[in-house]
Each structure stands twice: as C-alpha cells, then as structure tokens.
DNA sequence: GTGAAAGCGCTAACAC
DNA sequence: GTGTTAGCGCTTTCAC
C-alpha cells in the first residue's frame, strides 16, 4: 500500500506533525530530525497526498481549463501553452470543451467547482455575464481568468489581444495593397472580439477615406464550411469584393477553398487575410497572411494570473492587452484590376 | 460558505449517514425521509464534496491523459473525443504533454498518481516498458489504457488501428494507379506503430511482385519540417520515386510543401499519400489522401476500457484493433510517365 | 430504517 | 523543537 505521513512518522521515530513540518517547511525542526524524516521519506518513496491535504490546506494544485472545442487548433494551442506555464507552476488542468454551448459550460463550471479546483480559465462565453457561468464562480469567490474573451463589465483578470488593432492592421494592409473594396466575414455579433476587430476594420477605411458599405459585412459561424459559403456568397454577389478580411485563420481558409472552388484565384482575383496566425495558416496554399495573436504569451499570462490569484499573491484585477502583429505570407496582394 | 452533509443532516432532522446513504443509494431507507432529505439538498444547492469522497470512497473521478504534444492535431483530436466520452460517464480529464520526452512522462506521471487519479490514459512511450512511465504505473495497479501506441510484451488495455493493414492499404493505392517507385517516410523506427506501417508497405510491394529497395526508406522526425527536409532529399536524390507513402498526415504536408517549393507538381508528378485523416488533409492544396484513423471511436473506447477498468465492471485485458480506412482526395494519381 | 462512531491522510493551533 | 489533538467532509461498519 501507499505509505502516508504514518508510515513516515514511525519509521523516523517522531510524531506526524513533524512529518508534516518538513515536508511543508514551516516552523522550526532541527537539521539532524529533517534529514532523519527526508531520508525516511526517499526510502519510503513517500508522497504526501494531494487529496488528503486539500481536505484541509485548501488547495488541489489542479485548475479548470474551459474552452469551446480542444479539436480547433486555435484553442488547442492556447490550452498548451497555459499547460506548459502550469505544469511549471505545479499545477496541473483538467479541460472541458463546450462546444459553446451554455448547457455545457454550466455544467463543467460546477463539475469542476464540486471537485475543488483551485481556479478556472475561462475562453467561452458571450459578451453578457448572464449568458456564463462567470456568475457562479464569480459568487464561490473562485480565482478565474478570461482568455480571448471579454466581460467589459466585470472586475475579472483578463488577457487578451487588441483586436480593434488588429482589424485595423489587417485592413490596413489591404489597403495598402491597394484594395478599397474590401469585405469582412466575421463571426457572430454578440461575441466582442469580432466585433472589436470589426470596429478596427471600419476604422482603418475611415482613416483612408474609403466609404463603409454595409454589404461587406458578412456575419457566419465558426466552421470552416461557413468560411466557405460566406465567400461563396460574396463572390456571386453582383460587385464582389477584391479583398477579404475574415475574423479568423478558420473562416479564411474556407474562404480560401471557396474561392478555388469557384476559380478565383487567391491573391490574384481575390487577396484574403485571416486572424489568429495558428499552424493551419502555413499549411494552406497560398499561405495565409494573417494577424498573429501572440498565443504562448497568451497562455502563459493568463496561468500566471489564475495562479497568483490563487496563491493570494495579487491584488488588483489585471486586464493585460497583448499586440497583435501583422504577418505577411501568400494569400494578399495587389489587386489585379487598379482602378 | 458550500454546504457541507453536516448542514444538510442538520436541516434534514436526520444523521449525516443517513444523508449520505440518500447521497450513494445504499443501505435502507424510507421513502419520506428520502424524499426530505433529496428536497432540503435542493434548498441548499447542495454538492457533496467529491475530495472527501474520494478520502474514503477511494475514486475521484478524474483521470489523467498523457500525449506528446496538445497542440498536434492528431492528438487533440484524440484528447477531444475522449474527453466526451469521459464526461458522458461523469469522469474529468487532466492532461499531460510530454514532448516525447521521457522525464516529463515519469514526472506527469508521478504527479497523476499523487493526485488520486483514478486511472491514465497513455498515447506516448517507446516500444519498450522501460523506457516509458508503465512500470510505475502497473506496479501502483492504477489502470492504464494505450491508445494509438502499443506495448506487445505487456498486458495492457489497447487501443489502436490496424498500422500494418494501413501501410498496405496505402501502398496498394498507389500501386493501384500504377505507380512503381514509391518511397516511404517514416518517423523513427522505435516506434511500433511506424514499423508497422513500413511492415504493410513492404507487403504491399511483395504482393505486387515490386521489388523492395532500401533507400526508398527515409526515416525522420515527426514535425512538419522534418516532413520537407526528407521529401527534398528524395526529390533531389538521383533517381526519385513517383510516389509517396508519408506515415502522417504532419509530414504528408511537409512533403507537399517541399514538392511546391522545388516545383515539383502533386499528384502530377509525383503522388503522396498519409496517414491520420487529421483536419488537416482537407486544408492543403492538394487536399490530402489519406489512411483515416477512425479517431472519435478510438477516443471512445479508450474511455470506455480505462473506466470499466476503473469500476471493476471488466475483468480481462482487451486490445481493441480498429480498421483504418482508405480516403481518396487529391494529392495521389497516376504516374505521369507510364512505364 | 436510522444513527453513533471510527477512520481516510493531512494541516494547524496550541501545549510542552 | 516536537508532540497532542481537533478537525476537513465524507463513507462505512455495526448497533439499535
């Protein structure tokens, strides 16, 4: 059987509360006992039970990790890299994919609340706190952090891109290539990243003059196939754009495919530039160009802020804004009609 | 402050035994006070500890998952549809990624165990028990599944596809459409599942009375570039094949990037096929052919057998082979110059 | 049918 | 410096 503190405390000879003394290193045990009870401890291979000293120390050492869907690369990288930060930390992550759905993440929230978590990292949710589950953690007095998502509303530790800027860089860009009808697909309305990205999108063609058309905003879902009928419809449209800003490397590589299918030959009829820069944009011919959100900053902001909340270690609420940069690969250029 | 069973019992007029028996569904008791007692567990919102249960109940509920790598598509994948198994049957998953390396292996490893889990689900380690974390498993009797790995001197649950019928299937394809000189690039050989796959292709040859040729096996690592790297040197090596068999859909690409860049066409000049059917075969232009390994099953099994394993319900090992399946898209055709 | 009581392995006063 | 002891929230005999 596993030894415990017991076992340890016989074996050396003295009470288990000194056991425990060495093992946590608190109060005062002299030199000669602590080596007796380490050594006793190697030979043993002893080790202290999580469980049993979260029972009463408070603290699992393990995390809730809750996001829409581990298969979209995008949020598969985030969870690696807030793995690899906690993992250095000493805590370890359990994930929940949600698949956006609010049912699940209700239900994963306590799920993981009735297993002691020490904290939650939150990457779903709409815009408004009734629609998550930050509500219930929020009133457990539950360490959370929001990754990629926002709660303008709430006191709540955040990392996050600039997406207004990155909308701008990227339309920016297609200006600058010289496009000025210039479409945006961007996923639903009441998530506040696209939006945001959005608002930079119309910035940018304000700050070169060039006159919003209402028609060049196309909203879709998440999937690669929305990418793909979105663009489908915009190039059957009657005055088809000649650039494309699409809110993320998904959408735009079905807007890529589309436009193959379609004939449309990427970036020559049509340049297309994506957002979150994943593995998926060096795969796909052309390269995609792309606005890069800085993931493994991402991830290793957000574990180090649920875990010094955790620890107590922090005051104040953080909102942290990473820059997004603008990375320039195949699928944007100059558009083949100048006007 | 959470409810404990103690305020429960309190408000409920009964002893926390009671409640508890309510709780579990065992021993006798009488309707009302079930009754009662299920409606004041309402009031409170009440959620039994699952930490002090798992003190004295023995399980927690939680099992660990250890991969190379999360941010690998294969393998999110795979953690994806296990981890929606697990929650249908009421288990978390924490995840571990390893790198390949073996230290992490063993220090996730220890750390799961410290936690109580009450099982592991293994998808990386070499071919043999000593270089990988299943001593120590076994040894502490916590049950472990293999998935997408295999371990043949051991008895262990298993899960994985049929890598030997895959690598003959591939090969077959390529055979089919008349193809002669085809070349395989395999991940290191001290993987089972690799030399497999090499082992199918050989047979495939056989069965076609192709003569097999030792330098048309190029070994590499598991990264795209690895993929490019092995591919360039086929391409420029005297006298190419006219076909790939890439033993993953990550190094298939890496070969159809480093066929585009030397100008090399596919499939016009030269067929590649992989293995995997990850997301992304659909993304490259060509889209990938490929072997498809049936990964939500997999992921579904593995669940199924570590659980099982875990509630005592299953008694002899199992080794689940799965059969993998033939996609045809567009990077493989006949060879340009018919022999 | 129900409850008292003894743990599960550990931490944290507090006493010596 | 070290040991005693009272929990943490729950399960589980074993009486009644």
């Known amino acids: 059987m596993k030894p415990t503190i017991y076992d340890v405390a016989e074996k050396s000879g003295v009470s288990i509360a000194t056991v425990s003394k060495v093992i946590n290193n608190t109060g005062r045990i002299s030199k000669s006992t602590r080596e007796k009870v380490t050594q006793i401890m190697n030979e043993l291979q002893y080790q202290p039970s999580i469980i049993a000293s979260a029972l009463t120390g408070k603290i699992t050492f393990t995390f809730g990790m809750i996001i829409p869907d581990l298969a979209n690369p995008f949020f598969a990288e985030i969870a690696r890299a807030v793995e690899d930060r906690a993992h250095e930390l000493g805590f ?5 994919s949600t698949d956006n759905s609010l ?20 990457a779903t949710g709409r815009d408004h706190e009734r629609d998550s589950s930050l509500h ?4 457990k007095k539950v360490p959370v952090v929001l990754i990629a998502r926002e709660m303008p509303a709430l006191a709540i530790d955040t ?7 990155g909308g701008l860089q990227a339309t920016a860009h297609l200006i600058e290539q010289g496009h ?8 639903y309305e009441n998530i506040m990243s696209s939006r ?27 999937s690669i196939d929305d990418g793909k009928q979105s663009m489908r419809s915009l190039i059957q449209s009657g005055n088809p754009p000649t ?17 193959r299918e379609l004939e449309v030959k990427v970036p020559d009829h049509m340049s297309v530039i994506g957002f979150d820069n994943t593995v998926m944009a060096t795969l796909i011919a052309p390269q995609l160009t792309t606005i890069a ?15 010094s909340e955790i620890k107590g270690t922090k005051s104040a609420k953080q909102r942290i804004v990473l820059l997004p940069e603008l990375v320039v690969r195949q699928s944007t250029g100059e558009p083949q009609i100048a006007k």
Chains 1, 2 share one sequence.
Request: net charge negative.
């Open 159 to 165: 990392v996050l891109v600039d997406d207004y800027l």
């Open 243 to 259: 650039a494309i800003f699409a809110c993320n490397d998904i959408i735009a590589i079905g807007a890529i495919q589309a436009a």
């Open 293 to 307: 959100q800085p993931i493994k900053e991402m991830g290793r902001y957000a574990a180090d802020l649920l875990i």
């Open 196 to 222: 945001e990205r959005v608002r930079g999108y119309k910035a940018a063609l304000s700050n070169a003059g060039i006159p919003f058309d209402e028609s060049m905003i196309v909203n879709c879902g998440h």
């Open 103 to 122: 049912d699940k993440e209700l239900k994963y929230t306590s799920l993981l609340l009735n297993k002691n978590v020490d904290g939650i990292i939150l």
């Open 92 to 96: 370890s992550m359990i994930i929940c």
């Open 136 to 139: 219930e953690i929020i009133s």
């Open 180 to 187: 000025q009808r210039i479409a945006v697909i961007a996923e």
